[in-house]
C-alpha cells in the first residue's frame, strides 16, 4: 500500500504560480511513477503530467511550458510547479502513484484562479 498526501493548493491571481507536493508513504519501493491530476467542477479527471523513478517525464499538451513536475527522491516527494495559471486551471488536483499493479490517489488538493 502506498499513501499519498498533497499540499500547496490555494487561491492564487490569474498569471500567478502555486507549487504543489505529494508526500509518498508505505510500500514507496515498489512505484513506478508519481503523478498529477486534475478535476474541475463537472468535467472528468485529466492527466497532467508524470514523472518516472528513474526521472523521466510526460506531460498533458495543456500543461507543457507552463508546468513542471520533479521530483526529491530522499523525501519522497513529487512536486508540480505551476507557472502562469489560468482561471480555468481551477480543479481539485490529485497526486497518484502506480506500482504497476495498483494506482493510487491522494486526497485532492484544491487549486482556484481569479480572474
Known amino acids: 500500500q502506498v499513501q499519498l498526501v498533497e499540499s500547496g493548493g490555494g487561491l492564487v491571481q490569474a498569471g500567478g504560480s502555486l507549487r504543489l507536493s505529494c508526500a509518498a508513504s508505505?510500500?514507496?519501493?515498489?512505484?513506478?511513477?508519481m503523478g498529477w491530476y486534475r478535476q474541475a467542477p463537472g468535467k472528468q479527471r485529466e492527466f497532467i503530467a508524470h514523472i518516472e523513478t528513474g526521472g523521466r517525464s510526460l506531460y498533458a499538451l495543456s500543461a507543457k511550458g507552463r508546468f513542471t513536475i520533479s521530483r526529491d527522491n530522499a523525501k519522497n516527494t513529487v512536486y508540480l510547479q505551476m507557472n502562469s495559471l489560468k482561471p480555468e486551471d481551477t480543479a481539485v488536483y490529485y497526486c497518484?502513484?502506480?506500482?504497476?499493479?495498483?494506482?493510487?490517489w491522494g486526497q485532492g488538493t484544491q487549486v482556484t484562479v481569479s480572474s
Open positions: 508505505g510500500s514507496i519501493f515498489t512505484i513506478d511513477h
Open positions: 497518484n502513484a502506480e506500482d504497476g499493479d495498483s494506482g493510487y
